[in-house]
């Protein structure tokens, strides 16, 4: 079974500054999607920014991008310039390329705290 | 677009009794999810439909929980009888399959149950 680790239960950053969130993972698959989902007090679960395994080259969403190592299983989420508004929870998320039944498997979440 | 939309946003109830929530997925979307989230458990996917046919119930935690999709824009997640331990957000989620691996999972608000 595929499991999504975050070892990282809280993180903080100051205003403007760069964080890395953390995540790794084991499956025996080659081919599957990972994904960020952000989720503000409101709970509403926001996609953030999605990976595909078989692409080499690392997603990027405006100020959000991954370090994706493949051979690593580590799919870590970069925050640039962070924001008030990026205080959240952040979960990983693993989906198999085929079969599964697309369904999502994620990490336990980090809390991010941006501060002033 | 107008997004996953969740009936109710919040529900307090006695326990014992019966809790429906609901789901319409996004139009054009053909598989649906039901997820739990609590602060001890994390994210449980409890059930999925591919094609308003229910793919995988595994996660449905037992008798009292049962959910039906009667057509494409429609879903239910039913509690009867309710207990206190049910208490959590209950996310409904939908994506495109695209005839094999599919595409992004996209998350409603999440109705927020209490029993009390």
């Known amino acids: 079974a595929q499991t999504v680790t975050q070892s990282q239960p809280e993180m903080s950053v100051q205003e403007a500054e760069t964080v890395t969130l953390s995540c790794t993972y084991d499956?025996?698959?080659?081919?599957?999607?990972l994904f960020w989902y952000k989720q503000p007090p409101s709970r509403q679960m926001i996609l953030v920014i999605r990976?595909?395994?078989?692409?080499?080259q690392n997603a990027t969403e405006n100020r959000f991008s991954v370090n994706f190592q493949k051979a690593a299983k580590s799919f870590s989420l970069k925050i640039s310039d962070s924001q008030l508004g990026d205080a959240a929870m952040y979960f990983c998320?693993?989906?198999?390329?085929?079969?599964?039944?697309?369904?999502?498997?994620f990490g336990t979440g980090t809390q991010l705290k941006v501060e002033l | 677009d107008a997004g996953v939309i969740q009936s109710p946003r919040h529900e307090v109830t006695e326990m014992g009794q019966e809790v429906t929530l609901r789901c319409k997925p996004i139009?054009?979307?053909?598989?649906l999810f039901w997820y739990r989230q609590t602060m001890m458990r994390g994210l449980e996917l409890l059930i999925y439909?591919?094609?308003?046919?229910?793919?995988?119930d595994s996660g449905m935690p037992e008798d009292r929980f049962s959910a039906k999709m009667p057509n494409a824009s429609f879903s239910t997640l039913k509690i009867q009888p309710s207990e206190p331990r049910d208490s959590a957000v209950y996310f409904c989620?939908?994506?495109?399959?695209?005839?094999?691996?599919?595409?992004?999972?996209?998350f409603g608000e999440g109705s927020w149950l209490t029993v009390v």
């Open positions: 139009s054009g979307h053909n598989s």
């Open positions: 990976q595909e395994a078989y692409k080499q």
């Open positions: 998320a693993y989906r198999r390329l085929t079969g599964g039944g697309n369904k999502l498997t």
């Open positions: 439909f591919n094609n308003n046919v229910p793919i995988d």
């Open positions: 499956t025996s698959e080659s081919d599957y999607y």
């Open positions: 989620a939908s994506m495109w399959i695209l005839g094999g691996p599919g595409n992004t999972i996209y």
